[in-house]
């Protein structure tokens, strides 16, 4: 089930807002009336939907929508009356926000949630698959270092340094990263 907060100034809207959540997989809705509330319920849960309805009591709700597009992995949409949708858009799209004018069209609603949930996890993917490139990237080039340093201080060909590396690894039960910083460690200098 996915999780869902919604954010309004009065419990009459939040209703309103979790209805249009009904029958799309969604577990009950997490409700907040203030964004000091809503601050303290997302650091303790992890959202595919943050659902502002603007304005809300504190602000007009935008740069709360900014802030939650850049500091969670939620899907972020903002619900503001017809007469604010452009200048709503065009302060918070450039951050991800989704903006929808009242009265809400639920339909395309639920199709641009989904849309944007579907991005985000593929774009976390890829910020997963990125850095474990880039971690092993890194260990290819420290074994690199530690068989070159191999090779000018033991007179090693780079088959013997590659293997002296991967056999000291197997034996000590540890990974060939370790082993060539130890290795750079010892001959460094």
């Known amino acids: 089930?996915?999780?869902a907060l919604i954010i309004s100034k009065t419990?009459?809207?939040i209703k309103a807002a979790a209805s249009l959540l009904d029958g799309g997989g969604w577990d009950e809705p997490i409700c907040a009336l203030s964004i000091s509330d809503a601050e303290?319920?997302?650091s303790e849960n992890d959202f595919q939907l943050i659902l502002i309805n603007a304005p809300l009591n504190e602000e007009n709700g935008l740069s709360f929508a900014c802030k939650c597009a850049r500091r969670t992995k939620a899907c972020v949409a903002l619900?503001?009356?017809?007469?604010?949708y452009l200048d709503a858009f065009d302060m918070v799209s450039e951050h991800g926000v989704i903006v929808i004018?009242?009265?809400v069209n639920v339909r395309l609603f639920?199709?641009?949630?989904?849309?944007?949930?579907a991005y985000r996890e593929r774009l976390t993917e890829s910020a997963v698959?990125?850095?474990?490139?880039?971690?092993?990237?890194?260990e290819v080039k420290v074994v690199n270092r530690a068989k070159l340093l191999l090779m000018q201080c033991l007179s090693m060909s780079e088959t013997q340094?590659?293997?002296?590396?991967e056999k000291q690894a197997m034996n000590r039960r540890t990974s060939k990263l370790k082993i060539a910083k130890q290795v750079i460690r010892t001959y460094q200098n």
Not at 110 to 117: D, P, W
Not at 129 to 138: D, I, M, P, S, V
């Open 161 to 165: 340094a590659h293997r002296y590396i």
């Open 110 to 117: 639920k199709n641009l949630v989904e849309f944007s949930i």
């Open 1 to 3: 089930m996915k999780k």
């Open 101 to 103: 004018s009242k009265p």
């Open 11 to 13: 419990e009459a809207s």
């Open 40 to 42: 303290r319920k997302i």
């Open 129 to 138: 698959e990125a850095e474990k490139l880039k971690n092993e990237l890194e």
């Open 79 to 84: 619900v503001v009356r017809k007469d604010k």
